[in-house]
């Protein structure tokens, strides 16, 4: 970094999940603050006041001390920029609308200057976009020679703004926030249920929302719900057809019927009186309508704008009265409003496009739906309804004068509304229940026409002109007069009723080793118990055991696959730390969440230097756990036993180790009559309330080799811990445990073996020192004494050196020849580098040159060593691509006796 940028934006995460830093969504930016660590903001003269005269929304912070002024006290007192920053945003984004108000700053262990600033945000691009405005703002209230920051394009790209004009930039956000949020109706919802705690899932960019997960979800669009029949929205769209079935059972409605020309609807107006109204067959929003035509002249100009709009005309006679918004949810009506048209008030001096420009600078007011009210559009129809008034946009009208623009009073095309839901008459409720019933909505919006709401239309005249499937609720929500309605929440209700089950049950698994078999066992006794099972591992996300998608799915976007698909009843999750710390998790609580072990793996990444980093990562799987759920932890492992005083939910312990239930955590555990599994006298025991429970005998188990496979035992114990934390049935469990092989069908790349040619060839994905050491116990027990063993051995580039060597020495006592490979991405390491500092560990620990071969792909590395190999001999191979490595295997198995081939590349060589 130069001198000239004492500030650095090292990286930057979106977490949508729980994450290490907390259990809400938040933004993560990590920011180096070069030289600016020795100047907090009480050795900066001026910066506080500078900032809070820009900003002075600041000046209401509370900060650590709970009270308005409480930042600025922490700025006068001194305190690191980073923890500005996180407040900067905060308020850029508050003052563009967004409901924020929660963040963190931290250090960043063993980096001196780094922090990692956090902050809730409504929508991430324009969270982003604030965090870069924010260090912006700062960095330019800093003195001369330290304004200059590095890396802001990792955060959002320049909004092209001075840092001085908060307006613009306030606007800019705000737009951002309009543009990747949910517009009023979708938003109350979706707010609803998430008071309810019921999970929601975005589907698209727009307002396709999910409540719920798996096969309890429910969907909606705005208003309209996934038991919206289509039907009853297609009729409500066609409103000839619409008004034919009101009238057929008899709800008043107007006369009128479609025209198919404008002499038609000159005959269809004489015929019914004047004054009439003209729309479209299909409209909307109050697009082509055009009320209170009195004349042909006018006739003709409404007929126009109809036809414009929609494929077909309808002529009605106009109802008396004001237009009357009725919303009907699930047979029950829940708010009234009176819609009022869009209209200005003279004051002598001012013209009427004066005084609509005064109205629309209403904050209130926005485009379209994105605001409590719609701003007044000015366009020919605005102009022709004034002109038959009389009047135009010049007009200075007198005090007082109220001047109607519209005759529609959508507020769409800017009109207000005024609650009315205490006012109707029964007669008239009943009558809009009724309508939206024959129509066939589950949420509908009635348009009545009715001089009085209290009194009933069929003494006074009027009737319903339009039932609306997919009606705006803003009106209701925060009418411009009167009581807002709280509407949203009997339309969740209609969806999810109290007391029913918006979730599927979530089992949430991670740990260094294991991860993936424990799920694929779990899987299995669930759908020995009847559920519709979908799960996520390294290699893909499976339903009902097919495989819905290949690759690494064990981050929280696959997470989020499974819980999207109304065919599951139950989901599996593999939970890795690298999505951890990507993104958080791909849920908001599990009901059982389980770490199965913790040992060193993928550290010196991301901020992960020791194995307690790593497991202070995977400990937020237990700390998402439900109150009501459980956390499944290794009585074995000291790492896991330490997250129990963190883990939610009750404590279900696991340990493979003899007379673990004698010994600490489990013997006052389970005298309190708490859950745990064990393994005693080769059987997998059950303890609950009290009771002992043998599950199956490990002889049993097809994945455990006849006890060989003592990973697998512990895998197995680990399974049965979780499902029995469920309340699944024992008798499942055991058939689960049972069934389930160490075959690739059922296990890819997990112990699968094959015998041909006299040779023995083992796959296994172990990925790490702990893995290869349980590899190395089991190889002696199904090695040919007489034969050797041959490995492949590859690790990522992202590894430290001394992982590395290592590895080549745990490679040089287990195998007696080494094919050491790369993978197609050195991240960030030269070709070879990998092999070479694999090949020195092993050179080191003793192992001759000419045993050591280097190889730059797995699949070269897998060919030679299956040419090497001769009867006798046993294959070891540690597939990163599992498929592609099994179909090598298969063909292998499959062809003649295979030709012996050289050896590659020599490790002297290699390395120069």
Excluded at 84 to 94: G, P, R, T, Y
């Amino acid at each position: 970094m130069s001198e000239a940028a004492p500030m650095h934006v090292i990286e930057r995460s979106v977490y949508r999940g729980p994450h290490v830093y907390s259990a809400r969504p938040m933004i993560r930016v990590r920011l180096d603050l070069g030289a600016l660590e020795t100047r907090p903001t009480d050795r900066l003269p001026g910066f506080a006041e500078r900032l809070v005269e820009r900003l002075p929304g600041l000046a209401a912070h509370g900060c650590s001390y709970g009270e308005p002024g409480g930042l600025v006290r922490r700025m006068k007192d001194g305190t690191w920029l980073g923890h500005v920053i996180e407040h900067v945003a905060i308020e850029l984004q508050s003052r563009a609308g967004a409901q924020v108000t929660r963040g963190k700053t931290r250090a960043v262990k063993r980096q001196p200057g780094v922090y990692d600033i956090l902050f809730c945000y409504a929508d991430a691009e324009s969270g982003l976009a604030a965090a870069r405005a924010a260090i912006e703002i700062v960095a330019d209230l800093l003195p001369p020679g330290l304004q200059a920051v590095e890396g802001l394009d990792r955060l959002a790209s320049s909004l092209d703004l001075r840092p001085d004009d908060i307006g613009a930039i306030t606007e800019a956000l705000r737009r951002l926030a309009i543009a990747n949020g949910l517009g009023p109706s979708t938003a109350a919802l979706v707010a609803e249920a998430r008071r309810r705690r019921i999970p929601v899932l975005r589907l698209d960019k727009a307002s396709l929302v999910q409540f719920g997960t798996g096969s309890r979800q429910r969907r909606i669009r705005a208003s309209v719900t996934g038991a919206t029949s289509l039907i009853g929205a297609e009729l409500a769209a066609n409103k000839q057809k619409a008004r034919l079935l009101l009238e057929s059972i008899g709800v008043p409605v107007p006369r009128g019927g479609v025209v198919g020309s404008a002499a038609d609807a000159r005959a269809a107006a004489s015929k019914l009186g004047w004054p009439v109204v003209v729309k479209p067959l299909d409209g909307n929003q109050g697009r082509g309508v055009s009320t209170g035509v009195a004349d042909e002249r006018q006739l003709d100009e409404a007929y126009a704008r109809a036809a414009a709009t929609g494929r077909r005309v309808i002529v009605e006679k106009q109802l008396p009265g004001t237009d009357h918004r009725i919303l009907v949810v699930a047979g029950t009506v829940v708010a009234v409003a009176e819609r009022v048209p869009a209209s200005v008030a003279g004051d002598g001096t001012h013209s009427v496009a004066d005084l609509i420009a005064a109205v629309n600078a209403d904050p209130r007011r926005g485009a379209g739906h994105e605001a409590v009210l719609t701003r007044i559009r000015v366009d020919a129809a605005l102009e022709d309804f004034l002109a038959r008034g009389g009047r135009d946009l010049a007009t200075v009208p007198a005090p007082g004068e109220r001047v109607a623009l519209r005759g529609t009073a959508n507020l769409s095309t800017g009109g207000t509304a005024i609650d009315r839901t205490d006012d109707i008459h029964p007669d008239n409720a009943a009558i809009a229940v009724q309508a939206a019933a024959i129509v066939g909505l589950d949420v509908a919006g009635i348009d009545m026409m009715a001089p009085d709401i209290s009194r009933s239309i069929r003494e006074t005249g009027g009737g319903i002109v339009e039932v609306n499937a997919a009606p705006g609720l803003r009106m209701h929500i925060a009418p411009s007069e009167g009581s807002p309605r709280d509407v949203a929440k009997p339309i969740v209700a209609s969806l999810l009723p109290k007391g029913s089950n918006s979730r599927i049950p979530i089992f949430a698994v991670t740990g260094t080793n294991g991860k993936t078999t424990t799920v694929r066992m779990v899987a299995r006794i669930l759908g020995e118990a009847g559920y519709r099972v979908g799960f996520t591992s390294t290699t893909g996300v499976y339903v009902e055991g097919r495989r819905q998608a290949a690759g690494d799915a064990s981050g929280p976007k696959s997470a989020r696959m499974i819980l999207r698909n109304p065919m599951v009843d139950a989901a599996v999750l593999e939970t890795a730390r690298g999505g951890l710390l990507r993104e958080g998790l791909g849920f908001d609580v599990c009901d059982v969440g389980a770490v199965l072990n913790i040992s060193e793996d993928h550290l010196g990444n991301r901020g992960v230097e020791t194995v307690e980093d790593l497991a202070r990562v995977k400990s937020v799987v237990v700390q998402s756990v439900k109150r009501r759920g459980a956390s499944v932890l290794n009585a074995d492992d000291p790492l896991t036993v330490r997250m129990a005083r963190r883990a939610r939910g009750r404590i279900v312990w696991f340990a493979a180790s003899a007379g673990a239930a004698e010994r600490p955590p489990l013997a006052g555990h389970l005298a309190a009559g708490g859950m745990a599994v064990t393994h005693e006298n080769e059987t997998v025991m059950l303890y609950r309330d009290g009771e002992r429970h043998a599950i199956v005998g490990t002889g049993a188990l097809p994945s455990a080799l006849g006890g060989a496979a003592e990973f697998n035992i512990w895998n197995a114990l680990a399974a049965t811990a979780i499902a029995a934390a469920y309340d699944i049935p024992l008798s499942a469990i055991s058939a689960g445990l049972v069934s389930f092989q160490p075959s690739f069908e059922d296990s890819p790349g997990r112990l699968n073996i094959v015998d041909a040619h006299g040779v023995r060839i083992l796959v296994d994905y172990a990925h790490n020192p702990a893995a290869l050491d349980a590899l190395a116990a089991l190889l002696p027990k199904l090695r040919d004494p007489n034969g050797r063993i041959l490995g492949v051995i590859g690790l990522p580039g992202d590894r430290r050196d001394s992982d590395l060597l290592n590895v080549g020495a745990q490679a040089a006592a287990m195998f007696d020849e080494i094919m050491f490979r790369e993978g197609p991405d050195g991240r960030g390491r030269p070709r070879g580098a990998v092999n070479a500092l694999m090949a020195e560990g092993a050179l080191a620990a003793g192992k001759a040159p000419s045993a050591i071969h280097l190889l730059v792909d797995e699949e070269a590395a897998t060919d030679l060593c299956l040419a090497r190999a001769e009867p006798g001999d046993m294959i070891v191979l540690t597939p990163t691509d599992v498929d592609g490595i099994w179909a090598r295997v298969q063909a292998f198995a499959n062809s003649p006796a295979p030709l012996r081939r050289p050896p590659s590349q020599s490790p002297a060589a290699a390395l120069g």
